[in-house]
């Protein structure tokens, strides 16, 4: 996978805190920050996943195959990613 390089304005006292996480994890700014970002990238993708599966699963008319397709995609929320090289 390749890298692309942006631009974000963070408040000093904030970019003080990542660089000081980063370095008790021993990774470098950017690598910290997008493994961060990716967790709760997943968080909320997970979320999602289940607020459809609710929504589906509340409604009294919905089918067996609604049901089944709401539980296939709670179990598969998670998206498998390529491995990143830093």
């Known amino acids: 996978m ?15 805190r990542v660089d000081k996480w980063a370095k008790k994890r021993g990774k470098s700014r950017s690598r910290f ?9 997943h968080i ?3 979320e999602e996943v289940t607020k459809m599966y609710n929504e ?3 409604h009294s008319g ?3 195959l609604d049901n089944t397709l709401a539980e296939d995609l709670l179990s598969s929320s998670s998206i498998q ?5 830093w």
């Open 62 to 64: 919905s089918s067996a």
């Open 33 to 41: 920050i997008v493994e961060e970002l990716k967790k709760r990238l």
């Open 56 to 58: 589906v699963c509340a």
């Open 44 to 46: 909320l993708e997970d």
């Open 2 to 16: 390749g890298t692309q390089k942006i631009t974000i304005t963070v408040p000093p006292h904030f970019l003080d």
């Open 81 to 85: 990613e390529e491995k990143e090289k």
